[in-house]
């Protein structure tokens, strides 16, 4: 099958499979770094509940920290470990009550708690109870330097199996010259300001197929740099233009992933595409577009390898 064949095919089952309407199931191609659903003080062991336990998970995914794991400034303190400039703490919510003289509303908490404290009876004060909220702060570990290195443990990541590599497609990565940084993270981008990749590490995706399936996506954006082919990369999220710059990504991934053979990649890149069709609610013509984009981009990639070398 030659290039254009292939383009041809892509581009065509992208647009048949669209104009059908079907739903997209689109989930993360690698493993979860943390392991854990649920927020917890990493000191304490204790497990925070109700409103809490929303803040701190959705304040965890906010900012893309790789645990659920919290502690307070006194916890930090105790191992004398310390908070990374520009960190940001989190608010943990908890219900007091105050004990005040129903005739008088004078203050009697502490007097009522020493009583309580020694299991004594209070039924012979004239009080009432006033339940509040009260709050305090606490940081994730990824903003905390110098803890016990338990609390930072990757279990999962040791049960986990490095993938097998697949050598031409790792020429035709290198033969981009792009700076691709790897780390435990749960997060793939291309960060123009930087002009380099940042990747999860290779043994967290679920398969060859799906790690460079998203590497690929990622050095679209790269070669999409003002001093490559000076695509308009950088846009706001949730824009016609952000999503029309991820239909490019994908399809040209999915260009080049069927060049060395994976093709089955293809309908989970259209699903993708779905999601951010969504955004730009269906305009069809945006995929004939983002395919022509896309087909610059890939042939910018394969430009400096034998393509016969690499096709399956």
């Known amino acids: 099958m030659n290039t ?20 997209s199931d689109f989930s993360e191609c690698w493993y979860s770094l943390s392991g854990e659903v649920f927020a917890r003080n990493v000191a304490s062991k204790h497990t925070y509940s109700g409103i809490n336990q929303l803040m701190l998970s959705y304040i965890k995914r906010k900012r893309n920290y790789s645990y659920n794991r919290w502690l ?7 191992h004398n470990a310390r908070i990374i400039k ?25 007097i009522v708690e020493a009583l309580l404290k020694k299991n004594q009876s209070i039924e012979h004060l004239n009080v009432k109870k006033v339940g509040y909220l009260k ?21 999962e990541l040791d049960s986990l199996s490095e993938i097998e590599r697949d050598e031409r497609a790792e020429k035709l990565i290198l033969s981009t010259g792009a700076n691709i940084c790897f780390a435990a993270q749960n997060l793939a981008f291309y960060k123009p300001s930087d002009d380099k ?21 990622e050095l679209t954006h790269y070669v999409g740099a003002e001093s490559r082919l000076n695509r308009p990369i950088i846009n706001k999220f949730g824009s016609k233009e952000y999503a029309f710059e991820e239909l490019i990504a994908e ?15 293809i309908t989970d890149n259209v699903d993708y595409i ?12 945006y995929i004939i577009q983002a395919s022509s984009q896309a087909q610059t981009a890939s042939n910018y990639i394969l430009q400096n390898v034998n393509i016969d070398e690499i096709a399956a």
């Open 4 to 23: 254009n064949d292939i383009y041809e095919r892509i581009t065509a089952t992208i647009i048949e499979m669209l104009e059908e309407h079907k739903e």
């Open 72 to 78: 307070t400034f006194k916890q930090i303190q105790k």
């Open 86 to 110: 520009g960190s940001k703490s989190a608010m943990v919510v908890y219900t007091s009550a105050l004990y005040l003289d129903e005739k008088t509303g004078a203050n009697l908490t502490r």
């Open 135 to 155: 709050d305090y702060r606490v940081f994730n570990v990824c903003c905390v330097e110098g803890l016990p290195a338990d609390y930072y443990e990757q279990a």
């Open 197 to 217: 990749i940042y990747m999860p590490l290779t043994k967290q995706f679920v398969s060859k197929e799906a790690y460079y399936s998203v590497l690929f996506h």
């Open 251 to 265: 399809i040209s991934s999915a260009f080049i992933m069927a060049f060395l053979g994976y093709e089955s990649r």
């Open 274 to 285: 779905d999601n951010w069709l969504a955004v730009m609610k269906n305009d069809k013509k």
